[in-house]
Protein backbone atom coordinates (compact mmCIF):
# COMPACT_ATOMS: atom_id res chain seq x y z
CA UNK A 1 0.00 0.00 0.00
CA UNK A 2 1.38 3.35 -0.62
CA UNK A 3 1.86 5.47 2.12
CA UNK A 4 0.18 8.25 1.02
CA UNK A 5 -3.33 6.46 0.31
CA UNK A 6 -5.80 6.76 3.03
CA UNK A 7 -8.45 3.84 3.76
CA UNK A 8 -11.65 5.46 3.81
CA UNK A 9 -15.19 4.92 5.17
CA UNK A 10 -18.08 6.55 6.07
CA UNK A 11 -20.41 5.84 9.11
CA UNK A 12 -22.55 6.62 11.86
CA UNK A 13 -20.59 6.99 15.54
CA UNK A 14 -22.27 4.87 18.77
CA UNK A 15 -22.36 6.86 21.99
CA UNK A 16 -20.16 5.97 24.64
CA UNK A 17 -22.66 5.26 27.33
CA UNK A 18 -24.47 2.67 24.33
CA UNK A 19 -20.93 1.32 23.90
CA UNK A 20 -20.37 0.58 28.01
CA UNK A 21 -24.30 -0.86 27.45
CA UNK A 22 -23.11 -3.23 24.30
CA UNK A 23 -19.44 -3.95 26.11
CA UNK A 24 -21.46 -5.34 29.29
CA UNK A 25 -23.65 -7.51 27.32
CA UNK A 26 -20.98 -9.51 25.85
CA UNK A 27 -18.20 -9.18 28.63
CA UNK A 28 -18.66 -13.18 29.48
CA UNK A 29 -18.57 -14.43 25.80
CA UNK A 30 -15.86 -12.29 25.46
CA UNK A 31 -14.26 -14.11 28.46
CA UNK A 32 -15.12 -16.97 27.11
CA UNK A 33 -14.28 -17.88 23.37
CA UNK A 34 -11.12 -16.79 21.72
CA UNK A 35 -12.69 -14.95 18.46
CA UNK A 36 -11.45 -11.69 17.00
CA UNK A 37 -13.48 -9.30 19.12
CA UNK A 38 -13.80 -5.64 17.77
CA UNK A 39 -12.68 -2.46 20.38
CA UNK A 40 -15.75 -0.75 21.96
CA UNK A 41 -13.45 2.40 21.26
CA UNK A 42 -13.75 1.65 17.95
CA UNK A 43 -17.35 0.76 17.45
CA UNK A 44 -19.15 2.40 14.75
CA UNK A 45 -21.73 2.02 11.94
CA UNK A 46 -20.33 1.74 8.98
CA UNK A 47 -22.66 3.12 5.58
CA UNK A 48 -19.86 2.85 3.01
CA UNK A 49 -16.34 1.80 2.58
CA UNK A 50 -14.29 3.53 0.21
CA UNK A 51 -10.83 1.19 0.40
CA UNK A 52 -7.69 3.52 -0.79
CA UNK A 53 -8.00 7.08 -1.33
CA UNK A 54 -5.48 9.97 -2.25
CA UNK A 55 -5.95 12.63 -0.30
CA UNK A 56 -7.71 14.42 -3.06
CA UNK A 57 -10.21 12.00 -3.21
CA UNK A 58 -10.15 12.28 0.35
CA UNK A 59 -11.49 16.25 -0.10
CA UNK A 60 -14.13 15.30 -2.64
CA UNK A 61 -15.83 12.29 -0.60
CA UNK A 62 -15.45 14.45 2.74
CA UNK A 63 -17.42 17.30 0.08
CA UNK A 64 -20.21 15.20 -0.62
CA UNK A 65 -21.09 13.50 2.80
CA UNK A 66 -21.27 16.95 3.80
CA UNK A 67 -23.90 18.03 1.20
CA UNK A 68 -25.43 14.61 1.59
CA UNK A 69 -25.73 14.82 5.00
CA UNK A 70 -27.40 18.64 5.12
CA UNK A 71 -30.19 17.21 3.57
CA UNK A 72 -30.90 14.34 5.86
CA UNK A 73 -32.94 14.26 8.94
CA UNK A 74 -32.15 13.43 12.55
CA UNK A 75 -33.44 10.49 13.85
CA UNK A 76 -33.16 7.89 16.83
CA UNK A 77 -31.83 4.54 16.59
CA UNK A 78 -30.96 2.14 19.21
CA UNK A 79 -28.77 -1.24 18.69
CA UNK A 80 -30.60 -4.80 19.06
CA UNK A 81 -30.38 -8.20 17.48
CA UNK A 82 -27.77 -10.25 17.17
CA UNK A 83 -26.57 -11.31 13.78
CA UNK A 84 -23.60 -13.56 11.54
CA UNK A 85 -22.20 -13.33 8.16
CA UNK A 86 -22.53 -15.07 6.10
CA UNK A 87 -24.77 -17.62 8.57
CA UNK A 88 -25.76 -18.41 12.09
CA UNK A 89 -24.64 -21.80 11.06
CA UNK A 90 -21.09 -20.60 9.16
CA UNK A 91 -20.51 -17.66 11.11
CA UNK A 92 -17.44 -15.49 9.86
CA UNK A 93 -18.67 -12.21 11.63
CA UNK A 94 -20.68 -11.61 14.69
CA UNK A 95 -22.58 -8.58 14.62
CA UNK A 96 -25.55 -6.41 16.54
CA UNK A 97 -28.13 -5.14 14.10
CA UNK A 98 -29.72 -1.66 14.40
CA UNK A 99 -32.98 -2.29 16.54
CA UNK A 100 -34.45 0.92 15.91
CA UNK A 101 -33.70 3.59 12.94
CA UNK A 102 -32.60 1.26 10.63
CA UNK A 103 -34.79 2.04 7.85
CA UNK A 104 -33.87 5.71 8.15
CA UNK A 105 -29.79 4.09 8.37
CA UNK A 106 -30.28 2.34 4.78
CA UNK A 107 -32.29 6.09 3.51
CA UNK A 108 -28.48 7.42 4.52
CA UNK A 109 -26.03 4.97 3.43
CA UNK A 110 -28.24 5.37 0.05
CA UNK A 111 -28.05 8.69 -0.40
CA UNK A 112 -24.12 8.41 0.60
CA UNK A 113 -23.81 5.39 -1.79
CA UNK A 114 -25.65 7.10 -4.55
CA UNK A 115 -23.77 10.78 -4.22
CA UNK A 116 -20.70 9.02 -4.15
CA UNK A 117 -21.55 7.17 -6.78
CA UNK A 118 -22.33 9.99 -9.50
CA UNK A 119 -19.18 11.32 -8.25
CA UNK A 120 -17.36 8.04 -9.83
CA UNK A 121 -16.73 5.99 -6.74
CA UNK A 122 -18.04 2.09 -7.42
CA UNK A 123 -20.69 0.75 -6.06
CA UNK A 124 -20.87 -1.87 -2.91
CA UNK A 125 -21.96 -5.41 -4.35
CA UNK A 126 -23.64 -6.61 -1.66
CA UNK A 127 -26.70 -5.32 -0.27
CA UNK A 128 -26.61 -2.96 2.73
CA UNK A 129 -27.09 -4.46 5.92
CA UNK A 130 -26.91 -1.92 8.98
CA UNK A 131 -24.66 -3.66 11.42
CA UNK A 132 -21.57 -2.75 14.26
CA UNK A 133 -19.10 -5.98 14.00
CA UNK A 134 -18.49 -7.34 17.49
CA UNK A 135 -16.15 -10.07 16.62
CA UNK A 136 -14.40 -11.60 13.36
CA UNK A 137 -14.11 -15.68 13.39
CA UNK A 138 -11.52 -18.28 12.63
CA UNK A 139 -12.39 -21.11 14.73
CA UNK A 140 -16.00 -21.89 13.68
CA UNK A 141 -17.00 -24.16 16.35
CA UNK A 142 -16.10 -20.97 18.53
CA UNK A 143 -18.14 -19.33 16.40
CA UNK A 144 -21.39 -20.65 16.38
CA UNK A 145 -20.91 -21.46 20.45
CA UNK A 146 -20.50 -17.80 20.49
CA UNK A 147 -23.67 -17.24 18.24
CA UNK A 148 -26.09 -18.88 19.55
CA UNK A 149 -25.18 -18.13 23.32
CA UNK A 150 -26.05 -14.57 22.06
CA UNK A 151 -29.31 -16.34 20.79
CA UNK A 152 -29.99 -17.26 23.96
CA UNK A 153 -29.40 -13.47 25.56
CA UNK A 154 -31.60 -10.96 24.17
CA UNK A 155 -30.30 -7.27 24.17
CA UNK A 156 -31.49 -4.22 23.37
CA UNK A 157 -29.26 -0.59 23.41
CA UNK A 158 -30.69 2.58 25.08
CA UNK A 159 -32.41 4.72 21.92
CA UNK A 160 -29.89 7.38 21.01
CA UNK A 161 -29.54 10.63 18.55
CA UNK A 162 -28.28 10.29 15.07
CA UNK A 163 -27.69 14.02 13.74
CA UNK A 164 -24.75 13.56 11.58
CA UNK A 165 -21.78 10.99 9.86
CA UNK A 166 -18.68 10.87 9.63
CA UNK A 167 -16.09 10.38 6.66
CA UNK A 168 -12.95 8.25 8.99
CA UNK A 169 -9.64 7.28 8.01
CA UNK A 170 -8.63 3.59 9.36
CA UNK A 171 -5.42 2.61 10.36
CA UNK A 172 -4.72 -1.28 10.09
CA UNK A 173 -2.60 -2.36 13.00
CA UNK A 174 -1.45 -5.70 14.62
CA UNK A 175 -3.60 -5.09 17.65
CA UNK A 176 -7.07 -4.14 15.08
CA UNK A 177 -7.72 -0.98 13.24
CA UNK A 178 -7.60 2.41 14.77
CA UNK A 179 -10.30 4.82 13.36
CA UNK A 180 -9.57 8.68 12.76
CA UNK A 181 -12.48 11.22 12.04
CA UNK A 182 -11.42 13.12 8.77
CA UNK A 183 -14.48 15.02 8.32
CA UNK A 184 -17.53 15.36 10.69
CA UNK A 185 -21.12 16.01 8.75
CA UNK A 186 -24.17 17.04 10.60
CA UNK A 187 -27.94 16.35 9.57
CA UNK A 188 -30.17 19.39 8.95
CA UNK A 189 -31.42 21.07 12.10
CA UNK A 190 -35.27 19.89 12.83
P1 LIG B 1 -9.61 -5.34 10.16
O1 LIG B 1 -9.73 -5.25 8.64
O2 LIG B 1 -8.22 -5.16 10.67
O3 LIG B 1 -10.28 -6.54 10.71
P2 LIG B 1 -11.70 -3.36 10.16
O4 LIG B 1 -12.41 -4.27 9.20
O5 LIG B 1 -12.46 -2.78 11.29
O6 LIG B 1 -10.42 -4.06 10.76
P3 LIG B 1 -11.28 -1.85 7.81
O7 LIG B 1 -11.04 -3.09 7.02
O8 LIG B 1 -10.42 -0.66 7.50
O9 LIG B 1 -11.07 -2.14 9.36
O10 LIG B 1 -12.80 -1.47 7.67
C1 LIG B 1 -13.35 -0.26 8.15
C2 LIG B 1 -14.85 -0.41 8.22
O11 LIG B 1 -15.37 -0.69 6.90
C3 LIG B 1 -15.32 -1.59 9.08
O12 LIG B 1 -16.57 -1.26 9.63
C4 LIG B 1 -15.48 -2.72 8.09
O13 LIG B 1 -16.45 -3.66 8.51
C5 LIG B 1 -15.96 -1.97 6.86
N1 LIG B 1 -15.52 -2.65 5.65
C6 LIG B 1 -14.27 -3.05 5.38
N2 LIG B 1 -14.19 -3.62 4.16
C7 LIG B 1 -15.44 -3.58 3.64
C8 LIG B 1 -16.01 -3.98 2.41
N3 LIG B 1 -15.29 -4.56 1.46
N4 LIG B 1 -17.33 -3.77 2.23
C9 LIG B 1 -18.07 -3.18 3.18
N5 LIG B 1 -17.59 -2.75 4.36
C10 LIG B 1 -16.30 -2.95 4.60
MG1 LIG C 1 -11.60 -5.12 7.45
Known sequence: MAADLIRTF???EIPSSVR????AAIAPLRRAERLRWTQPAGWHLTLKFL???SREDVKRVSAICTRVASSLRPFDGALGGWGAFPSPHRPRVLWVGM???AEATVTAA???EDALFEAGFPREGKPFHPHLTLARIEDPAAGSRASAVLQEHPFASAAFR???IVVFQS?????GARYHPLAVCPFAKT
Open 10 to 12: VAI
Open 20 to 23: EELD
Open 51 to 53: GEL
Open 99 to 101: QRG
Open 110 to 112: KAV
Open 162 to 164: VDR
Open 171 to 175: VLDRG
